[in-house]
């Protein structure tokens, strides 16, 4: 694993819930199709998946927006799909249409062949790009790893794509809940792997992308979407090198569920744009960190309501330890590159700002 000295450690101080200078800031999909130089190595690569499998092209496109914007963390380029990929469900990224998979599972022959990949096998080139990125980042700032979440995952791999609904995997929940349970367990031991080998490799956090969570009702999602988060976190903190480092998980559309999210044991809760930054703060922010949470459309307004809005999360949140700012989704291919660079700078100067007035 790579050693080096950490030159800025806002973001890891923030999710520690220790004093901070200013708020650390780094953005969801901040390595994307919005900076013409991703859409020109992407072009290089030949496709996404030529990006996402290729470390040397992962490194770059992860660096990208370092040399823009004054970031406080840097996010490993991949995505979250390349678990069922080394599972063998074949994906692939049609053009306009997403993430599809040759082989959904989607009764109990299916999903009894699923293993667990090898990380030092099918997912090697992930390891192999956190490694160089460490490598490149000379402690520049700190380098985040991640994965989808167990019901994430789930949700495409029985679909077999996208989906408005999920409707699939749903039913497989309400109709055979024990097969349903069988498919998130191998999906949950995968996904401890991963993350306890992107450990290893040299990443500085951990963070799990429950995009698809808010689609279940509450009794289902404790069931089975946080069950199987919970059962992730704790093989973290049973890894010696995992459970030093901060996890943050992130379920959109799940506010009725923070307390519960926090207790799972994770270090910081990722938040959408959906509820008061404040009132979360005060549900469970003295047992956390939290991380979030402008609305992503707001970066298509003009520079003044960027501004504003980063003004107003910042003040909601107020002069409490814990904060790092995020957008609540990620950033989307329409942004002006200008605007972030607005929303970065904003926060660092008014994160200054609430500390020394206080």
Not at 102 to 119: F, G, S, W
């Amino acid at each position: 694993m790579t050693t080096d000295i950490l030159r800025n450690d806002r973001f890891l101080r923030a999710l520690r819930r220790e004093p901070t200078d200013t708020t650390p800031v780094w953005v969801m999909r901040q390595a994307g199709r919005y900076l013409p130089e991703y859409r020109a190595t992407r072009t290089k690569a030949g496709s996404f998946m030529g990006l996402a499998t290729h470390p040397e092209y992962a490194c770059e496109v992860t660096l990208q927006p370092l040399e823009r914007f004054e970031l406080d963390a840097a996010i490993l380029f991949s995505d979250i799909l390349t678990i069922p990929d080394a599972m063998g469900l074949g994906l692939s990224f049609a053009q306009g249409e997403g993430p599809q998979f040759a082989h959904p599972v989607r009764d109990a022959a299916a999903i009894e062949r699923l293993t667990v990949p090898d990380m030092d096998g099918a997912l090697r080139y992930v390891m192999d790009a956190v490694r160089l990125i460490r490598k490149e980042l000379h402690g520049r700032v700190p380098l985040i790893g991640f994965s989808g979440s167990p019901w994430t995952l789930a949700c495409y791999m029985v679909e077999g794509q996208g989906s408005r609904d999920f409707a699939r995997v749903k039913a497989m929940a309400w109709n055979e809940p024990a097969l349903a349970h069988r498919l998130l367990d191998v999906i949950a031991r995968s996904v401890s792997a991963y993350l306890i080998a992107q450990a290893h490799a040299g990443a500085q956090a951990l963070m799990v992308f429950d995009t698809w969570g808010g689609l279940l009702g509450p009794v289902p999602f404790r069931e089975f979407s946080l069950r199987y988060m919970a059962q992730v976190v704790d093989a973290l903190k049973a890894d010696a090198v995992a459970r030093e480092l901060p996890v943050i998980l992130f379920s959109k559309g799940a506010n009725g569920h923070l307390e519960a999210i926090a207790d799972t044991g994770c270090t910081g809760v990722g938040l959408d744009w959906t509820i008061d930054i404040g009132e979360a703060r005060r549900r469970i922010g003295e047992r956390v960190a939290l991380q979030g949470n402008l609305d992503p459309a707001v970066l298509r307004a003009s520079p003044e309501i960027v501004m504003r809005e980063a003004r107003a999360v910042l003040d909601a949140f107020g002069n409490h330890p814990g904060h790092v700012f995020n957008l609540g989704h990620g950033i989307t291919p329409e942004v002006d590159p200008d605007n972030v660079k607005v929303l970065v700078d904003t926060v660092h100067e008014h994160g200054r700002i609430i500390r020394n007035n206080n």
